[in-house]
């Protein structure tokens, strides 16, 4: 039978749980009270540029309630997204490991099913809900998916009690269908029609899983994965460009504008103020962990200031992102941090916040940022890795180096000293060069192989299949595109 969501089913979960911690309370998962653990408002917005909030530098436009997610927490200046691209990406959201461990991590993004069947986060993998899940959390998904389609892949067979959202990679705001027009909203694994702009409708569930976990006295997961600002690129007022688009060519080559974007941001900050208040108006605010960030960098109308390079690009511009997160019982609020992060640092985070760890068969790449959050700890030296098919690009982050290959080409950047990555220094300092190359080879070597079969997104917002030994096929026709 397919799980719904309602009141009944949290409630009902919520009992389930309260026997899962009579069974393991000598585990390190119990060390505190249901009562103590924290919840956890994970809210992931799409192709947001790294300035593109105005706590992080955007001036046409302020966003006061993601800033006040900054200014009762945290802000780190230095947060990276683990890929360019959306699926890449969220595989290492959702697992806290590279996402090229795994053969869905190694589409960008996914693949459709008529494409490329068969490829998805598969249901046995460890994930950031089913670990929580283990620790007595409820556990809700609204919004984008992007992990795989039905029947093989969903969020409720990998650690989601619920689901309210879309599995493709984006929907029109009103009409809410995928690229290939078809209607793409679903409650559990049962298709559904709501009327209304897309950010708003995420928005009001969120806010009614809020307080339906405080009703149940239930510590909980609650994953808001908003569509905005990816494209089409239409505000809440916008309904005449979606019956322009009518279901087709979501993309919106001929569309958008910076004002739209500001609207489509705005309807944005505007959830999540909504979202805030749910958890004030429940009394949960003390001891809920709210973080807010994006898959990757900015597209099209994107602010990336000051970095060069958008989405699809291991420029920092397609790599730096927002990082935002808020827990009054536990993080001084204000705090800036200069701490290198990346998207999969969050899931052995926040299970140290829950007090439980990541499966020992399936270590976390990431690092848990508590000590540098909570307890006022000095940044510590990271090593990050990329890689990219389209144009072949690779990068490292060690310190304050960064190595790019862009097809032949090859750089050094100080990222810290020259942000916009302009001032070549792999000659001048040869042997950090030599070092970060050697170092990328080495990770790689322990990474799926690289391959062209992979479902890929260029820096236009084309897409193709590369198979071995055929041309690239566009999947949505463009005479531009050869």
């Known amino acids: 039978m397919t799980a719904t969501y309602t009141r009944r089913t949290i409630l009902r979960n919520a009992a389930s749980g309260g026997a899962a911690l009579a069974v393991g309370a000598n585990t390190a998962a119990f060390a505190q009270r249901p009562s103590e653990r924290p919840n956890i408002v ?28 900054a200014a009762r927490g945290a802000r ?18 959702i697992t806290g490991r590279y996402q090229v461990r ?29 670990l929580l899940k283990k620790a007595g959390y409820g556990t809700t998904l609204v919004g984008k998916w992007h992990l795989g389609n039905l029947p093989d892949f969903s969020p409720q067979k990998s650690g989601y009690d619920h689901f309210f959202g879309y599995r493709a990679g984006a929907v029109d705001y009103f009409l809410h269908v995928n690229s290939a027009g078809q209607p793409d909203l679903w409650d559990g694994d049962q298709p559904v029609a709501r009327a209304g702009y897309l950010t708003t409708l995420l928005g009001d569930r969120a806010v009614d899983v809020i307080a339906d976990y405080a ?30 688009l009518g279901g087709h060519n979501l993309r919106d080559y001929d569309g958008g504008s910076r004002e739209t974007y500001k609207r489509m941001v705005l309807a944005l900050d505007e ?16 001891n809920t962990i709210v973080i807010f960030t994006s898959d990757n960098g900015g597209e099209r109308f994107a602010d990336t ?20 997160i808020s827990w009054p019982a536990r993080i001084a609020a204000g705090l800036v941090s200069e701490q290198v992060t990346a998207n999969m640092d969050w899931l052995p985070t926040l299970l140290a916040a829950a007090g439980t760890a990541p499966d020992p068969a399936y270590p976390s ?26 144009l072949w690009q690779r ?35 040869k042997d950090v060069y030599d070092r970060l190359v050697a170092e990328w080879n080495a990770w790689n070597a322990t990474m799926l192989p690289e391959t062209a079969t992979s479902f890929t997104e260029d820096n236009t917002g084309k897409q193709w299949v590369d198979r071995p030994g055929a041309k690239p096929v566009t999947l949505d026709p463009d005479p531009e595109f050869k």
């Open 305 to 324: 200031w000051p970095f060069n390079g958008r989405k699809t690009e291991l420029l920092e511009g397609g790599l730096r992102i927002p990082a935002l």
């Open 42 to 69: 994970f809210i992931l917005a799409d192709d947001m540029g790294h300035a593109d909030i105005s706590c992080n530098g955007r001036r046409d436009y302020t966003t006061p309630n993601i800033d006040r997610i």
């Open 215 to 244: 009703k149940a006295g239930q510590p909980f997961l609650l994953s808001l994965h908003f569509s905005a600002p990816h494209w089409p690129w239409e505000g809440p007022d916008d309904q005449a460009e979606s019956e322009r």
């Open 365 to 390: 790449d990431g690092m848990n940022l508590l000590p540098q959050l909570a307890d006022g700890a000095a940044p510590v030296e990271r090593r990050l890795f990329w890689r990219y098919k389209s």
């Open 76 to 93: 780190f200046t230095q947060g990276y997204a683990n890929s360019a691209v959306c699926t890449a990406s969220r595989v290492a959201i």
């Open 395 to 429: 990068a490292a982050r060690i310190g304050d180096w960064k190595y790019l290959k862009i097809l032949d080409n090859t750089f050094l950047f100080n990222v810290v000293e020259d942000p916009m990555e302009r001032a070549n220094l792999k000659e001048r300092h």
């Open 102 to 130: 795994l053969p869905v991590g190694l589409e960008e993004p996914i693949a459709p099913p008529i494409t490329k069947p068969g490829i998805g986060l598969p249901p046995e993998h460890p994930t950031l809900p089913s």
């Open 271 to 286: 959830q999540v103020g909504r979202v805030l208040g749910a958890i004030e108006d429940n009394g949960l605010d003390r």
